[in-house]
Nanobody, 125 residues
């Protein structure tokens, strides 16, 4: 099982970035893919998740309306489009995979069995 996250970088406040997570080694449609982030000195937190088979999504309140999670089943890829970025969005972003189909559980770090390596997003003010 492998999750490869990429697309991070440096952007000014108000700008946009698109993160992608490519999955391999498991049946993509049987999982939900989540994005989490960890800022310096802070705990890892949920950002967004998507059930691959249905496309149902869940978002952290502070990113609703700014971030959009989507999937491309043919490419086994989940993307996170991040618009109107703020300095407080600065963090290492990780993608992860879980077999849970329960929306509330998709927000829990402990529900995820597989994790990617992380990609750094830096938003300057």
């Amino acid at each position: 099982v492998q999750l490869q996250a990429y697309g991070g970088g440096l952007v000014q406040a108000g700008g946009s970035l698109r993160l992608s997570c490519v999955a391999s080694g498991f049946t993509f449609e049987d999982y939900a893919i989540g994005w989490f982030r960890q800022a310096p000195g802070k705990e890892r937190e949920f950002v967004a998740a998507i059930r691959v088979n249905s496309g149902t999504t869940s978002y952290k309140d502070s990113v609703k309306g700014r971030f959009t999670i989507s999937r491309d089943n043919a490419r086994s890829e989940v993307s996170l489009q991040m618009d109107s970025l703020k300095p407080e969005d600065t963090a290492i972003y990780y993608c992860a995979a879980t077999q849970t189909g329960i929306l509330s559980t998709m927000q829990l770090i402990g529900a995820y069995a597989y994790w990617g390596q992380g990609t750094l997003v830096t938003v300057s003010s």
